[in-house]
C-alpha cells in the first residue's frame, strides 16, 4: 500500500548549508549521496513524498531532473524560499508532478507548509513544516505542528503515520 512521506531543506547543492546547519557530512558529495540513499531505502515507487521546501539551489535545472529521476516516489514541492529561483511549471518539468507556491491543505486538516504558521491550541489544524531547520527556539513536534527539516528527521523522509504517532504521544 502506498505511502505519504514528508521532509524539507534538502539543500541539494547548497555546500555553505552544510556548515550553516552543522550537518554531518564532509563535502556536498556526502551530502546528496546520503540523502538519495536514506530517501531511497524509505520511500517506494508507488509512495508520494511532500517536500516541504528548499529542494535545490543548483541554477542548472538538468542536475535538478537527474537528482528527481534518482529519487523514488512521486514527488510534490511546496516551494522554500531557496526554491523560487524557478517557477511552479519548471519545477514540474524538470520532475514534481505537483508544485506550489503557497501552502496546501492535507487530508482536510495538516497545512504544510515551507516556513511555520502561527497555530494555537483554538485552531482545528495541525502544519507541517520546514525551514527552521535545528534552531532550537522550535520543537520537532507540538500537539499543533511537526518540523520536518532534515536535520530533525535524520536525513530522512518520515511516514505521515509516524508524525502523527509523535503528535499523540504528546498528548
Given at each position: 500500500?502506498a505511502?505519504?512521506?514528508?521532509?524539507a531543506?534538502?539543500?541539494?547543492?547548497?555546500?555553505?548549508?552544510?556548515?550553516y546547519?552543522?550537518?554531518p557530512?564532509?563535502?556536498?558529495?556526502?551530502?546528496?549521496?546520503?540523502?538519495?540513499?536514506?530517501w531511497?531505502d524509505?520511500?517506494?515507487?508507488?509512495?508520494?513524498?511532500y517536500?516541504?521546501g528548499?529542494?535545490?539551489?543548483?541554477?542548472?535545472?538538468?542536475?535538478d531532473?537527474?537528482?528527481?529521476k534518482?529519487?523514488?516516489g512521486?514527488?510534490?514541492?511546496?516551494?522554500?524560499?531557496?526554491?523560487?529561483?524557478?517557477?511552479?511549471?519548471?519545477?514540474r518539468e524538470?520532475?514534481f508532478?505537483?508544485?506550489?507556491?503557497?501552502?496546501i491543505?492535507?487530508?482536510?486538516?495538516?497545512?504544510?507548509?515551507?516556513?511555520?504558521l502561527?497555530m494555537?491550541?483554538?485552531m482545528?489544524?495541525?502544519?507541517?513544516?520546514?525551514?527552521?531547520?535545528?534552531?532550537?527556539?522550535?520543537?520537532d513536534?507540538?500537539?499543533q505542528?511537526?518540523?520536518?527539516?532534515?536535520?530533525?528527521?535524520?536525513?530522512t523522509?518520515?511516514?505521515?503515520?509516524?508524525?502523527m504517532?509523535?503528535?499523540?504521544?504528546?498528548?
Amino acid at each position: 500500500m502506498a505511502k505519504d512521506y514528508f521532509i524539507a531543506d534538502t539543500h541539494f547543492g547548497h555546500e555553505a548549508i552544510i556548515r550553516y546547519e552543522n550537518r554531518p557530512f564532509k563535502d556536498i558529495r556526502e551530502q546528496e549521496d546520503v540523502l538519495i540513499k536514506n530517501w531511497n531505502d524509505t520511500v517506494s515507487p508507488e509512495d508520494t513524498v511532500y517536500i516541504l521546501g528548499d529542494f535545490s539551489v543548483y541554477e542548472d535545472i538538468e542536475k535538478d531532473e537527474e537528482i528527481l529521476k534518482l529519487l523514488n516516489g512521486s514527488k510534490i514541492l511546496i516551494m522554500g524560499n531557496h526554491d523560487t529561483h524557478r517557477g511552479a511549471q519548471t519545477w514540474r518539468e524538470a520532475g514534481f508532478s505537483e508544485c506550489s507556491r503557497w501552502p496546501i491543505l492535507y487530508k482536510n486538516f495538516f497545512i504544510l507548509s515551507h516556513e511555520p504558521l502561527y497555530m494555537n491550541s483554538n485552531m482545528p489544524y495541525v502544519n507541517i513544516y520546514g525551514h527552521v531547520h535545528g534552531n532550537a527556539s522550535y520543537r520537532d513536534v507540538s500537539p499543533q505542528s511537526a518540523c520536518v527539516s532534515v536535520e530533525r528527521i535524520d536525513y530522512t523522509p518520515v511516514e505521515f503515520g509516524e508524525i502523527m504517532r509523535r503528535i499523540k504521544n504528546l498528548q
